[in-house]
């Protein structure tokens, strides 16, 4: 694959206006990731069935990460400090290309030229494919979804299922073209077949195993990897170096933390009391064990974290435990997919970390492309409050950028508030409009000024022809 | 690694900073919910019920019954070559039976040398047999400790892993067994907790076993007399 086209992330308004509305307009698109969402919503309803239950293991899960960010210096030293004493390599790397140089680093020192990768959004955050190949080296990707998107040369459009925009046909046609011309691949079963002998010789060929970390152990110098497929044991088993990669907030102080953090993870993001796979890593190969790797290096990433840090209430944003259930119940990430936002990290989520990490004033609009109605905070199992976050990164970018500071500069904004304010503060006014939407509302055209812009994107609302004080004189209020 | 030895400065600085002007709630742990006392029949059937909920078969045996147990299960999936330690109390059991009745068990292996010099045999091989350390009800979790006799990849590269699970090591939740094991004590270099076999959903959501690791796990649940 050459460099020049692998995928990359363009931060721009208007581009994400533009595919935004590319995606609303693409049936396929919105049929794919509504089966997607709803039957992963669906799952997760299952396995937390009891809504009391589920609030207490949150509480808990929660609690395990802010005791972790309360911690933070002291829990990464320690986390260091066992590391070390088990054999593991520690790296910290300020910005994702520090991290990418001591990858590579690593890498010549060894003269790897092949590297597997297990799923990692850090890796992801680094564009660590597309670097390690301008350097020479492969990177394949063997979840296989991150697969199945690497031959297609596209981005994850989803951070626990990245090839969740494709349907079987689309990928059956791509396994055809790209992956194995002699290939009759049609069922997932099939495919899966295909991949599985394919990345199996990746695995057995390779030098290096790149990995992401779903929790660190800080008390016993433990990497945690949750996973189904068992990639991610290939990669941090079989070849002779293993690098997993962690952003800064991962940590955790002790093994007792894992328990409340694995069920909501798994629950949380594919609706399973566990997945097959927890692989605990607490250093390489020892004296007279015959497999496992001889080298192992942990890269610990910041890339904006330590800023994030800073503020009470953006610092919850590190909270987060990459489960994407927020995305999997997003309105606005349903109807439009993970491609449009053009980011490592889409939905909820990414609303809010990609402005902390790129720059309130590159990424700053994203954080507009919601409708606050809180699904994701209500199912978040670390509770993340991240509507208020959105509020305040919205506030950030208004205040960025004075031009975009309607209320200092707009009088016709000025002037329909302040008109508001007199018709909802004086009875008779209110009732001579209410009465004038009721007979005269509807006739208005989409084209009305002002009106058209907001109907652009959205059905005019019907009036109803009484309103709602003339129905409550007419039928009473019923207390059911 | 000077430019990361300053870069570590850099952000454990930043970090301290923040942290000793910033107020944090306390820590408080959290009120563990009670955890389930069953008894060991439940256990067992817990722990059965949702393996087999996940694509595994559990076969509930005894000390006399396993070795015609674990042949037939050997025999029916047509198993040719089997990857086994000699030196655990199963092996010797395996070796054993393999002496007494050579035509009931397939050609053994023996993963007596360091992966770099057996790579080709490991990847060649049907299935592999292994103890366990134990299992956890809770999630239908079997936890394996790979060892020198018993190294990590034989859990992963065959296609078939047969695993053999002693009823009572089976604990209630993955939270007990770390404490009442000690597990911060004596972590080994690679710990695992394996549910069911190898899967993925990544294709339209179908669930499909058998992606990277064994496509078939197999657990013989022995009940001592």
């Known amino acids: ?480 | 690694m000077s430019e990361s030895v300053s870069q570590r400065s850099r952000i454990m600085k930043r970090l301290t900073t923040i942290h000793s002007r910033s107020q944090f709630a306390e820590f408080r742990p959290m009120k563990q919910p009670n955890p389930p006392s069953w008894t060991l029949k439940e256990k067992i059937s817990r722990l059965k019920s949702t393996m087999e909920a996940v694509h595994t078969e559990v076969l509930l045996c005894n000390d006399l019954d396993f070795s015609s147990v674990f042949q037939r299960v050997v025999e029916e999936k047509g198993i040719g070559r089997l990857l086994y330690a000699r030196n655990t109390a199963l092996g010797s059991q395996i070796y054993l039976m393999k002496e007494r009745t050579p035509n009931k068990l397939p050609e053994l292996a023996t993963y007596d040398e360091s992966i770099e010099n057996w790579k080709e045999q490991l990847f060649s091989v049907d299935a592999s047999v292994t103890e366990t350390r134990g299992g956890i009800a809770e999630t239908g979790s079997l936890i394996l400790w790979p060892t020198e006799e018993e190294p990590r990849l034989m859990s992963l590269v065959p296609p078939i892993h047969l695993a053999v699970l002693k009823a009572e090591t089976i604990h209630h939740n993955f939270s007990e067994v770390i404490q009442k094991e000690k597990w911060s004590e004596q972590m080994p270099t690679n710990a695992l907790l394996i549910s069911g076999p190898s899967k993925t959903a990544d294709i339209e959501q179908t669930l499909v076993y058998g992606v990277h690791g064994p496509s078939q796990l197999v657990v013989f649940v022995i009940q001592s007399n």
């Open chain 1, 1 to 480: 694959m050459p460099p020049e086209t692998m995928p990359h992330q363009t931060l721009s308004e208007k581009s994400f206006l533009e595919d935004t509305a590319k995606a609303l307009k693409d049936p396929q698109l919105r049929r794919n990731f509504k089966r997607a969402m709803s039957g992963l919503v669906a799952k997760r309803r299952n396995v937390f069935p009891n809504a009391s239950e589920f609030e207490g293991l949150r509480e808990q899960a929660s609690a395990v990460r802010r005791k972790t960010l309360s911690r933070l210096p002291e829990l990464l030293e320690l986390l260091e400090f066992n590391c070390e004493r088990n054999g593991i390599r520690v790296h910290w790397a300020e910005t994702t290309e520090e991290a990418n140089r001591i990858v590579l680093d690593i890498a010549n020192e060894a003269e790897v030229r092949l590297a597997v990768k297990g799923k990692s959004m850090v890796s992801e955050e680094m564009g660590l494919n597309a670097f390690l190949e301008e350097h020479g080296i492969e990177a394949i990707e063997s979840d296989l979804g991150e697969y199945i998107i690497q031959v297609d040369k596209e981005l994850p459009s989803h951070i626990i299922m990245p090839a969740i925009h494709k349907n079987l046909e689309e990928i059956s046609k791509l396994f055809q073209e790209k992956v194995d011309s002699n290939s009759t691949s049609e069922t997932a079963e099939e495919m899966t077949a295909t991949a599985r002998k394919i990345l199996r010789k990746k695995f057995h060929d390779a030098d290096m195993g790149l990995s992401g970390v779903n929790f660190a152990v800080a008390e016993t110098g433990t990497l945690c990897l949750v996973e189904n497929e068992g990639n991610g044991r290939f990669c941090t088993t079989l070849p002779k170096i293993h690098v997993a990669l962690m952003g800064i907030e991962k940590v955790v102080e002790s093994l007792q933390d894992l328990p409340p953090l694995l069920t909501t993870l798994t629950g949380s993001a594919t609706g399973q009391p566990i997945t097959t796979y927890f692989n605990m890593i607490s250093g390489p190969r020892r004296e007279g064990e015959k497999d496992g790797p001889h080298e192992v290096h942990l890269v610990l990433l910041d890339n904006g974290r330590s800023k994030m840090y800073e503020d009470e209430l953006l610092r919850e944003t590190l909270l987060c435990i990459r489960c994407g259930a927020c995305m999997n119940h997003c309105p606005v990430y349903t109807r439009i997919g993970g491609h449009a936002y053009n980011t490592v990290y889409p939905g909820p989520i990414g609303k809010i970390l990609t402005p902390q990490i790129k720059g309130i004033e590159n990424a700053g609009y994203l954080a507009n492309a919601s409708s606050l109605c809180g699904a994701c905070v209500e199912v978040c199992p670390v509770q993340i409050p991240i509507t208020e976050i959105l509020l305040r990164l919205r506030h950030n970018w208004t205040h960025q950028n004075k031009k975009r500071h309607w209320t200092d500069k707009n009088r016709l904004e000025l002037l329909i508030w302040n008109g508001w304010k007199q018709v909802f503060s004086k009875p008779g006014l209110y009732r001579i409009q209410a009465g004038l939407l009721g007979r005269l509302g509807n006739l208005l055209p989409k084209q009305t000024p002002i009106l058209s812009r907001w109907a652009r994107f959205r059905s005019l609302p019907r009036f109803s022809k009484k309103s709602l004080h003339r129905l409550v004189e007419e039928e009473g209020i019923d207390h059911e």
